[in-house]
């Protein structure tokens, strides 16, 4: 009878047990539940504000050469769409379609801030196709010539335009033959404006022009006096610019660069002039 007793009590004991744990369990279910239902209503919450949220500023990053008002007027950004709306891609696209910018990536910043951030291409010199100045960048890609902020001070290369056959035919009956810039040629003065540069950048100063003359030789153009000096074949050129640096600094220095009419550096040894007042001499 005891232990009949002891068996009701502990069936009795187990089932108030099971059902305390039932209820925790349905109490843990129903918050979390409640939690998700939370987190749910709180994301479609966060969509719909964020579907009406206005475009309230911009921000350009990278900007150096360009204005900012020209960089809005290229994303050309719809006012008349919310925030989470704009085709970020199609922005993109204009603003990578002005020539002065090679690159830009559109995004969407925090307090609806539009984030515009470019690349731009710098103007490393100056040539003249059909007879009108145009940029060149360092990868001797033209760029409309125009006035800056930026206050461009550049190197003019020169006898870079296109040529063949068929141009030299039509220029000897005389007729207009629109040019085209030679992106070979380009390069090829571009690297020996780098050589200056590398060498000295205050010889670089020294010279406001690189000219490629018709044989494949090069001309330099002193930025004082406007003097040529014959600096021959592009591989020949990085060995002489220590006798063109040294020339300059000395004997031009004293005697006075308006005083020489042309240098020639193609010499081995020496530096052939010139002067204005006499027939050429060796120096």
Known sequence: MKAKKKLIAKRQKGTRSDRE?????????????????????LVMLANKWSKREELRNFRIV???????????????????????????????????????????SVYRGEHGTLVIEIVERAPVAVTMINGSPTYIDSLAIPL?????????????????????????????????????????????ALALLDSLKSYDMALYRQISEVRREGNGEYTFVTA?????????????IPSRLRKLDLFMTTVLASRGVDKASSIDLRWKGQVVVRWRASATAGT
């Open 62 to 104: 990278g900007r150096k050469i360009l204005d900012s008002a020209e960089v809005m007027k290229q994303a050309a950004v719809p006012d008349s769409l919310p925030f989470a709306k704009l085709n970020l891609a199609e922005i993109e696209s204009r603003v990578e379609s002005h020539p002065f910018i090679s690159g830009a």
């Open 144 to 188: 409309p010539y125009r006035f800056s902020t930026a206050g461009f001070d550049l190197p003019v290369i020169g006898g870079v335009e296109r040529t063949g056959a068929a141009d030299t035919a039509l220029r000897a009956q005389h007729r207009t033959v629109p040019q085209e810039l030679d992106s070979a040629r380009a390069m090829e």
């Open 21 to 41: 744990h039932a209820k925790r369990f349905a109490a843990n279910v129903s918050t979390g539940i409640l939690i998700v239902g939370g987190i749910i209503g």
């Open 224 to 236: 004082d006096g406007g003097v040529p000096v014959r600096v021959g074949l592009p591989a020949e």
